[in-house]
C-alpha cells in the first residue's frame, strides 16, 4: 500500500512562506509526475504546480513567481516553497503522485489527505 503524507502547513501572516512537503510511503517502482493541488472554500480543487519525474515544472499563473515547486526522487518526496503569501492562498492543499508499484503495473493516481494553508491579512 503507498500513502502519501504531507506537511508544513499552518497559519502565517500575508507576506510569509512556508515550505509544504509531500512524501510517499509504501512499495513504489516508480514516480513519475508529481503536483500540488488546492481546494479554497467553496470552489473546485485547482492545480497549483506540477513537476515531471526530469523536474520540469509548470505554474498556474496566478503563483507563478512565488510559488517554487521541487522533488528528490530518492526520497520519493515533493516539496513547494510558497513566498509572498496572500490571503487568497488560504486553502487545503494536496499533493498528487502518479505511482506505478511494481515494473508489470501501469500507473495510477495517489492524492495525499490535504494540509490547510491559512494566510491572515
Known amino acids: 500500500q503507498v500513502q502519501l503524507v504531507e506537511s508544513g502547513g499552518g497559519l502565517v501572516q500575508a507576506g510569509g512562506s512556508l515550505r509544504l512537503s509531500c512524501a510517499a510511503s509504501?512499495?513504489?517502482?516508480?514516480?513519475?509526475?508529481m503536483a500540488w493541488y488546492r481546494q479554497a472554500p467553496g470552489k473546485q480543487r485547482e492545480l497549483v504546480a506540477q513537476?515531471?519525474?526530469?523536474?520540469?515544472?509548470n505554474y498556474a499563473d496566478s503563483v507563478k513567481d512565488r510559488f517554487t515547486i521541487s522533488r528528490d526522487n530518492s526520497k520519493n518526496t515533493m516539496y513547494m516553497q510558497i513566498d509572498s503569501l496572500k490571503p487568497e492562498d488560504t486553502a487545503v492543499y494536496y499533493c498528487?503522485?502518479?505511482?506505478?508499484?511494481?515494473?508489470?503495473?501501469?500507473?495510477?493516481?495517489?492524492w495525499g489527505q490535504g494540509i490547510q494553508v491559512t494566510v491572515s491579512s
Open positions: 513537476i515531471s519525474r526530469d523536474g520540469i515544472a
Open positions: 509504501g512499495r513504489a517502482f516508480s514516480i513519475n509526475a
Open positions: 498528487n503522485f502518479a505511482i506505478r508499484r511494481l515494473p508489470t503495473s501501469t500507473y495510477r493516481d495517489y
